[in-house]
């Protein structure tokens, strides 16, 4: 186990994963965005990397914690799981203590944290899915730059979000207040979004930088909101350290973002097609200002709770 005042900083070092592989799953498919290039082979390179991992992790991955003397989180093993007369038994009390939706929706904080992360998602989904195409077709520097050297630039946007969740985590468990640190990344958000599409056409440097700074902020709300932030609320007093009550939470945080997500890059490319780029800029900027209005109000209620003027009722906001 970790200490909770050091789970920004961790779950943004662990977190660097994600972007890892979403550098890779950009980089290798580029290498065939060429006229006349075996573009097949984008897809099956990243098909063949992901073969061999899920090999290495099903040959690798211990089945049980026990296997090197730590306790199973449920306290059952798997060993006892596998046995037909105490599965029952065993799965109904790892079971235990899960609380229903609206309970867990009345815990402080869930309710607008899952309102932000689904603009948060939106946002970052949006931002992923169609920069690749934004960047090869808009002149870059005076001139079209080409797909290859379009997805080899947008990969600099995950690049920034390695930066971003680790330096993000670290501050916020310096400061111990996660919802303003967000709140902040979403404002600056706003106008980032604004400079990289009037701006980032000026050179590749200018694009480079920009994408850099939009994938620290943008990537540091994704991963905060859905990783630390969540165990925060899972943590409830009011859940009384139930497991299944902390993946409740996650799960209906995560399941809104994901939403934002699914939506999102349809509702742009819609706009994308009808207005122009301009008009979508606006539409993520909105999105943006959505998710800061939603937490603003918690920023002042961590406050408070600091200060001593709020109930029991809604302590332990992150």
Known sequence: MYDTYRRGLIM??????????????????????????????????????????????????????????????????????????????????????????????????????????????????????????????????????????????????????????????????????????????????????YVFHRYGGVSEASLSVLLLACGCTLQACYITISTAVTSDLGTHPSLKGSKNARAMVTGIINGTGSLGAAVGPLIAGWISDNYGWDVTFYFLMGASLLAALVCFPLTFTSQWQQAGFLSSACQDLP
Do not use: C, H
Request: proline share 6%; net charge positive; charged share 10%.
């Open 12 to 193: 943004g070092v662990w977190s660097t994963n994600v972007f890892v592989g979403s550098i890779l799953g950009t980089l290798i498919p580029a290498i065939w965005a060429t006229p006349n290039a075996p573009w097949g082979w984008s897809f099956i390179t990243p098909a063949l990397v992901l073969l061999v991992i899920s090999l290495m992790t099903s040959l690798l991955l211990l089945p049980d914690p026990r296997a090197i003397g730590l306790e199973s989180p449920l306290g059952v093993s798997t060993s006892t799981l596998s046995s037909p007369s105490t599965a029952g038994v065993s799965l109904r009390k790892a079971r235990s203590g899960g609380v229903g939706y609206l309970r867990a929706l009345l815990i402080p904080g869930v309710v607008e944290f899952s309102l932000a992360f689904f603009f948060v998602k939106m946002v970052n989904y949006v931002f992923k899915a169609w920069l690749p195409f934004y960047i090869a077709n808009n002149e870059i520097g005076g001139r079209l730059i080409g797909g290859q050297l379009a997805g080899w630039l947008s990969s600099l946007f995950d690049v920034g979000g390695v930066v971003g969740v680790v330096g993000i985590g670290w501050i916020t468990d310096l400061i111990g207040r996660r919802t303003l640190v967000i709140t902040v990344l979403e404002y600056t958000t706003i106008p980032l979004l």
